[in-house]
């Protein structure tokens, strides 16, 4: 059974900093292309950043230069370094596996991870 477990977040004053995780199990992870998503209240979830098998990665225009998409494929996790957080980064943040190229989630939902910055 595939499972994809995120952690890492919490309440952070503007300008700071939070890493995320997100550990998959009952999968090939290092073959898997995989994306870091939120959704803020009242709105679609959406794509925040994404990371090829090969090491590739994509932003979404608003956490460029600030987002950072990584992956240890020994632990089978990927990270989402964030810093200089806004309060427009409020929302449940989610992991999953995506397409390659397209970027669209595959897989089954997480729990997801809430990350609250203050202003």
């Known amino acids: 059974q595939v499972q994809l477990v995120e952690s890492g977040g919490g309440l952070v004053q503007a300008g700071g900093s939070l890493r995320l995780s997100c550990v998959a199990s009952?999968?090939?992870?290092?073959?898997?292309?995989m994306g870091w998503f939120r959704r803020a209240p009242g709105l679609q979830r959406e794509l925040v950043a994404g990371?090829?098998?090969?090491?590739?990665?994509n932003y979404a225009d608003s956490v460029k230069g600030r987002f950072t998409i990584s992956r240890d494929n020994a632990k089978d996790t990927v990270y989402l370094q964030m810093n200089s957080l806004k309060p427009e980064d409020t929302a449940v943040y989610f992991c999953n596996f995506v397409t390659g190229g397209t970027w669209y989630p595959m897989g089954s939902w997480g729990q997801g991870t809430q990350v609250t910055v203050s202003s």
């Open positions: 990371i090829t098998s090969g090491g590739s990665t």
């Open positions: 009952g999968t090939i992870f290092r073959v898997k292309a």
